[in-house]
């Protein structure tokens, strides 16, 4: 029903495409930004995510981990951060001195963590 | 002999600190392993004792490691070791032929003067008490050092001396005491009794006149005991217990005991060996250029010490080991780091000091948790070649070291084969700096199986941080070398042929190759066919950190600028050419901050080769075996 009354207006929202802050599950983001505060500073460029390492063998995208991480939305990156191999070409790539690699270790202790309801 | 009461602080802690020191070793031998056991054993009766005897009076009474630091803080700490050593020898030997008695208790010769007012009026005693005063004369200019070190630590070439605990501090109040006090005391009692020598009998003399010596002396005797007693009774607790655990470490280091990878007694033996000298802090890069002065070993040490909190202190390292070069203890501080890396997550309790005393501290280890899988990576079929080339993932930032490699091998002609060309899997030195030692043995299986499956003799590779995990943590058939080994071996049996740059260049010491794989001559022999090698301030062992190092999980990465900006100031101070290095990291590093250019030493080798051979040579050279030359090295 809804949906013919958006189409209504000429667009619709593809459920895909939806971001519920109000769902989001911000533990994450906070528990990196309270240990590494340069995540913030990340803009999303991809540089990171282009010459990692990990990612020729496997989805490892720690531009889409950086942004899923922000919206609070855990579980699609889940098994994600795990495969880091913590070389440190992200590190020297990034433009804005994000601690790249430190990130991604830390989004895979506070993942660990909140399997344990520790967060 | 009648008894004074006044040695009876003096006694108590004596006595109190001997039997201390005793059973404190008996329980460090006890939990050592049982190998380490028998090293010691074997390394107190035999060879490595004459070894350890020679250390102990080189470093610990002498300080031969500080002189090379700075030759006035080494005369301070000699002035106080050796100084004191002296006057308690010099002062037993006294006691014993001047004295009432032979084999007198240790209070008749510190306390000397007391028992012997009228010690030194004549003749050999004469001499005897000149040479203790000057022996006295000799420990207070060390002392008067100390206190000026304190408020000016540059005059002693220290950049910034140690924070101290409370406990430190009082220990060092009662320990500059101590002579000052002796100074007084035996200056009162020469001059009530018109004796002793250049320095106690004037002063004694000059204060006699002026005020009643001979009533004022107990006060400065019960100050010396006192101040002797405190200092012996707080030695355990503070930074202090280092004079005598140092000998003891001594013999276990000689003995061939090493730290290895987990905390045992012997990590035990090295955190109470630490004096919190501080040489460590001055030395730091952390802390000359970027400012950071509460991490450095002598903290570590510190807050293992007390068991106060210590992870943010473990992680914001770069590991570069320029503060183990320099200690003058010798403890091995870039293993007592990994150790504390290696452990999980813990309860930091902060220990009381009258805990610290306790002679079994908890040993709590914990194991870190398992974070990461590479279940993901796929075997992969390798390819057969003598020898392999692994560029690293830092290497594939710098493309120009791969394709001077490329040149390299093809111009000597060796069957190579490139295996992380297309999208390689990291060494796992990363994960291993990071603690992960579990995480790191699936990626150093995985490579291991490629390397093995290849066939190859050799594995070439231009990082040392690759070279450095290959060498130490994989099990391999090949030799393992780095490029500027195998560039040095190449230009040795004549396939390599660079021809003479005339231009001057430096060379930058990479931390994991220099310091950690001891790897000093090789670069140097190279850079020496093709340019005109100026030497710089720190080089080789002192070389400096780039700052891009890979071990510091917490360092902004305009603290490492810094850190390379006042590193390549150094390496550039007499306008060389180029800045030669040996790893991609360095080269990375340093580019951004660096206006004289920086280049590895594969592509200084490739621009000196001599240009592209005809085609059809070079398709000859290429099936040329290097078998040969590879079991030759």
């Known amino acids: ?119 | 002999m009648n008894f004074e009461p006044f040695i009876m602080p003096f006694n108590i802690g004596l006595y109190f600190i001997l039997a201390y020191c005793v059973v404190r070793c008996v329980v460090w031998f006890r939990g050592l392993s049982r190998s380490d056991k028998l090293r010691l054993q074997r390394g107190f009766f035999g060879r490595p004792f004459m070894q350890s005897i020679s250390e102990i009076i080189n470093e610990s009474l002498l300080h031969r490691r500080i002189f090379k630091v700075n030759p006035v803080l080494g005369y301070m700490h000699m002035s106080l070791a050796f100084g004191w050593f002296l006057l308690i020898l010099f002062g037993t030997i006294e006691a014993d032929y001047f004295g009432a008695h032979h084999l007198n208790p240790p209070s008749r010769a510190i306390f000397f003067r007391f028992f012997n007012p009228d010690h030194g009026e004549a003749g050999f005693a004469r001499a005897f008490g000149f040479m203790m005063d000057l022996i006295l004369a000799f420990i207070l200019s060390g002392l008067l050092l100390a206190i000026s070190k304190r408020f000016r630590p540059k005059t002693m070439g220290m950049r910034k001396t140690t924070k101290h605990t409370l406990v430190d501090r009082i220990a060092l109040t009662s320990l500059w005491l101590i002579f000052p006090s002796r100074l007084m005391a035996e200056s009162l009692t020469c001059g009530a009794h018109n004796s002793g020598s250049f320095l106690t009998g004037t002063l004694g003399h000059a204060m006699a006149s002026v005020m009643p010596a001979a009533e004022i002396a107990p006060v400065f005797w019960w100050l010396y005991s006192l101040s002797l007693g405190t200092f012996f009774v707080l030695l355990p607790v503070s930074r202090y217990f280092h004079i005598p655990v140092e000998l003891f470490l001594i013999f276990m280091r000689n003995s061939g005991i090493r730290t290895g990878d987990k905390a045992s007694s012997f990590t035990e033996v090295q955190l109470h060996a630490c004096s919190s000298c501080g040489i460590c802090i001055s030395t730091c890069q952390m802390s000359k250029s970027a400012g950071i002065n509460n991490i450095q070993s002598a903290y570590l040490v510190k807050g293992l010490r007390s068991g106060s909190d210590v992870s943010d202190i473990t992680k914001n390292c770069l590991m570069c080991g320029r503060c183990e070069e320099v200690c003058p203890v010798g403890i091995e501080l870039g293993p007592l780091r990994m150790i504390q890396r290696r452990g999980g997550e813990k309860q930091y309790e902060k220990i009381p000091v009258i805990q610290q005393y306790h002679l079994k501290r908890k040993n709590v280890s914990t194991e870190k948790e398992v974070t990461h899988s590479y279940s993901y990576l796929k075997n992969t079929t390798p390819v057969k070649a003598d020898v392999l080339f692994f560029a690293g993932c830092m290497t594939h930032l710098t493309p120009s070291i791969i394709q001077s490699m490329k040149k390299i091998f093809d111009e000597a002609g060796v069957n190579y084969h490139f295996m992380d060309e297309s999208g390689g899997v990291c060494c796992g030195r990363p994960l291993m700096l990071a603690g992960r030692d579990k995480e790191a043995r699936e990626l150093i299986n995985h490579n291991s199986d490629i390397i093995w499956k290849s066939g190859a003799k050799m594995l070439v590779t231009p990082c040392p941080i690759c070279y450095k995990v290959f060498n130490e943590s994989y099990y391999l058939d090949v030799e393992v070398l780095h490029h500027t080994q195998f560039i040095d071996m190449l230009i040795e049996e004549g396939s390599l042929r660079p021809g003479f740059m005339n231009r001057s260049v430096v060379y930058h010491d990479p931390c994991e190759l220099g310091r950690g794989s001891g790897i000093y001559t090789e670069p140097r022999n190279v850079i020496g066919y093709i340019a005109d090698l100026q030497s710089v301030d720190e080089e080789a062992e002192k070389s400096l950190c780039c700052g891009g190092s890979l071990a510091n999980f917490s360092l902004s990465s305009d603290k490492r600028r810094n850190i390379a900006a006042d590193a390549i100031q150094i390496l550039t101070k007499d306008n060389p050419t180029a800045v030669v290095t040996a790893c991609p990291l360095c080269k990375k590093t340093f580019s951004s901050v660096s206006e004289t250019k920086v280049t590895d030493i594969a592509e200084l080798v490739a621009m000196a080769l001599p240009h592209a051979k005809p085609a059809a040579l070079t398709t000859v050279t290429k099936n040329k075996n290097v078998t040969v030359s590879a079991s030759n090295s």
């Open chain 1, 1 to 119: 029903m809804s949906q013919v009354s958006q189409q209504k207006f000429g667009f619709g929202i593809n459920k895909s495409r939806l971001i519920n802050y109000d769902k989001g599950d911000r533990r994450v983001r906070q528990y990196i930004t309270d240990r590494e505060p340069t995540f913030k500073l990340c803009f999303s460029c991809g540089a990171c995510t282009a010459g990692c390492t990990a990612g020729a063998h496997a989805t490892v995208n720690m531009r889409r981990v950086n942004v899923y991480i922000r919206r609070g939305e855990l579980e699609p990156i889940r098994e994600e951060v795990t495969r880091c191999m913590m070389c440190g070409k992200c590190l020297l790539t990034c433009p804005r001195g994000v601690n790249t690699r430190t990130v991604m270790a830390l989004a895979a202790e506070a993942m660990k963590k909140l399997d344990r309801n520790e967060l």
